[in-house]
Protein backbone atom coordinates (compact mmCIF):
# COMPACT_ATOMS: atom_id res chain seq x y z
CA UNK A 1 0.00 0.00 0.00
CA UNK A 2 1.46 3.33 -0.48
CA UNK A 3 -0.22 6.87 -0.28
CA UNK A 4 0.69 10.28 -1.99
CA UNK A 5 -0.76 13.33 -0.68
CA UNK A 6 -0.37 15.97 -3.56
CA UNK A 7 -1.98 19.47 -4.49
CA UNK A 8 -0.15 21.96 -2.12
CA UNK A 9 1.16 25.05 -2.97
CA UNK A 10 1.40 28.95 -2.36
CA UNK A 11 -1.56 31.22 -1.53
CA UNK A 12 -2.77 34.36 -0.08
CA UNK A 13 -5.10 34.44 2.57
CA UNK A 14 -8.36 34.15 1.68
CA UNK A 15 -7.59 31.71 -1.16
CA UNK A 16 -8.61 28.10 -1.56
CA UNK A 17 -6.67 24.42 -2.06
CA UNK A 18 -7.86 20.92 -2.88
CA UNK A 19 -5.30 18.21 -1.84
CA UNK A 20 -5.61 14.95 -3.19
CA UNK A 21 -5.00 11.65 -1.42
CA UNK A 22 -4.32 8.87 -3.99
CA UNK A 23 -3.72 5.12 -2.76
CA UNK A 24 -1.91 2.60 -4.47
CA UNK A 25 -2.30 -1.37 -3.61
CA UNK A 26 -5.77 -0.71 -1.84
CA UNK A 27 -8.80 1.49 -2.28
CA UNK A 28 -10.13 3.98 0.31
CA UNK A 29 -13.34 3.21 0.98
CA UNK A 30 -13.46 0.61 3.59
CA UNK A 31 -12.00 2.47 6.34
CA UNK A 32 -11.75 5.94 8.05
CA UNK A 33 -8.99 8.05 5.91
CA UNK A 34 -7.61 10.85 8.22
CA UNK A 35 -5.71 14.19 7.39
CA UNK A 36 -2.74 15.64 9.73
CA UNK A 37 -1.05 18.56 8.88
CA UNK A 38 2.51 19.43 10.94
CA UNK A 39 3.36 23.43 11.13
CA UNK A 40 7.23 24.01 11.87
CA UNK A 41 8.33 23.53 15.38
CA UNK A 42 4.80 21.68 15.63
CA UNK A 43 3.72 18.40 16.67
CA UNK A 44 1.30 16.46 13.66
CA UNK A 45 -1.96 17.25 14.11
CA UNK A 46 -5.47 15.00 13.05
CA UNK A 47 -7.35 17.69 11.51
CA UNK A 48 -10.32 15.23 10.46
CA UNK A 49 -11.48 12.00 8.50
CA UNK A 50 -13.83 10.79 7.21
CA UNK A 51 -15.23 7.30 7.83
CA UNK A 52 -16.09 4.07 5.88
CA UNK A 53 -19.98 5.17 5.38
CA UNK A 54 -18.79 8.82 4.19
CA UNK A 55 -19.39 10.81 7.16
CA UNK A 56 -16.69 13.44 8.42
CA UNK A 57 -15.23 15.55 11.44
CA UNK A 58 -13.08 17.93 11.99
CA UNK A 59 -11.04 20.04 14.56
CA UNK A 60 -12.60 23.07 15.96
CA UNK A 61 -10.24 25.53 13.79
CA UNK A 62 -11.14 24.04 10.21
CA UNK A 63 -14.71 23.76 10.79
CA UNK A 64 -16.55 25.70 7.92
CA UNK A 65 -13.86 26.11 5.91
CA UNK A 66 -11.98 22.39 5.18
CA UNK A 67 -14.19 19.57 3.55
CA UNK A 68 -12.83 16.10 3.13
CA UNK A 69 -14.52 13.55 0.45
CA UNK A 70 -14.37 10.63 -1.50
CA UNK A 71 -14.13 10.88 -5.37
CA UNK A 72 -17.18 8.96 -6.60
CA UNK A 73 -15.56 7.76 -9.61
CA UNK A 74 -12.33 6.71 -7.81
CA UNK A 75 -12.30 4.72 -4.55
CA UNK A 76 -8.80 4.83 -3.99
CA UNK A 77 -8.55 9.10 -3.85
CA UNK A 78 -9.93 11.26 -1.27
CA UNK A 79 -10.03 14.99 -1.17
CA UNK A 80 -9.40 17.74 1.47
CA UNK A 81 -10.96 20.90 -0.14
CA UNK A 82 -9.13 23.95 2.12
CA UNK A 83 -11.21 27.22 1.96
CA UNK A 84 -10.63 30.54 3.48
CA UNK A 85 -7.05 29.77 3.91
CA UNK A 86 -5.14 32.08 6.58
CA UNK A 87 -0.97 31.74 7.29
CA UNK A 88 -2.10 29.38 10.37
CA UNK A 89 -3.00 26.73 7.68
CA UNK A 90 0.82 27.01 6.94
CA UNK A 91 1.89 23.37 7.08
CA UNK A 92 2.98 20.25 5.58
CA UNK A 93 -0.46 18.21 4.92
CA UNK A 94 -0.27 14.48 5.46
CA UNK A 95 -2.90 11.65 4.63
CA UNK A 96 -3.35 8.43 6.83
CA UNK A 97 -5.63 5.13 6.30
CA UNK A 98 -4.81 2.00 8.32
CA UNK A 99 -1.09 2.64 9.60
CA UNK A 100 -0.23 3.89 6.32
CA UNK A 101 1.23 7.58 5.92
CA UNK A 102 2.57 8.97 2.68
CA UNK A 103 4.61 12.23 2.09
CA UNK A 104 3.40 15.20 2.75
CA UNK A 105 2.75 18.05 0.61
CA UNK A 106 3.28 21.82 1.51
CA UNK A 107 0.84 24.14 2.28
CA UNK A 108 1.86 27.93 1.99
CA UNK A 109 -0.18 30.73 3.16
CA UNK A 110 0.90 34.43 2.89
CA UNK A 111 -0.67 37.24 4.52
Known amino acids: VQLQASGGGSVQAGGSLRLTCAAS????????VAWYRQAPGNERELIGM????????YIDSVKGRFSISRDNANNSVVYLQMNSLQPEDTAVYYC?????WGPGTLVTVSS
Open 96 to 100: HFLGY
Open 50 to 57: IVGDGGTN
Open 25 to 32: GTTLDFNA
